[in-house]
């Protein structure tokens, strides 16, 4: 199955100059993994805030979009793409409290004991 759904998205918000979104949806998880706006010939990474707004519109208002992306024009993908990835470490790093967990588990070795 192709997990991902890339495409591009008129601003929903009138600006000047005129912006253009692309985003990547994780189509498993139906969440909205990373978004570019397009400004003055270049992309540029999207705060999370944003990206957390465009998961809330979609929601919303395009739920649809979880189920058959290719009616708005995303297309699947195995791959997140290149751009989606460089502005902060991929795969996204765990939360500190699941890194203590599986740290005590019991099929954890103890760094500190020696055979």
Known sequence: MQRYAVGEWDSLWSSEPYMKHRFVLDLESRTVVAGEDRIRRGWWSMRLEDVAYMQQILNETFDLIWNEPEEF????????????????????????????????SPGVPDAGRRN
């Open 73 to 104: 024009g995303f297309v699947r993908q195995t791959e997140i793409p290149p751009w989606a990835t460089k502005a902060w470490p991929w795969p996204p790093l765990p939360e500190v409290e699941d890194v203590e967990k599986m740290l005590d």
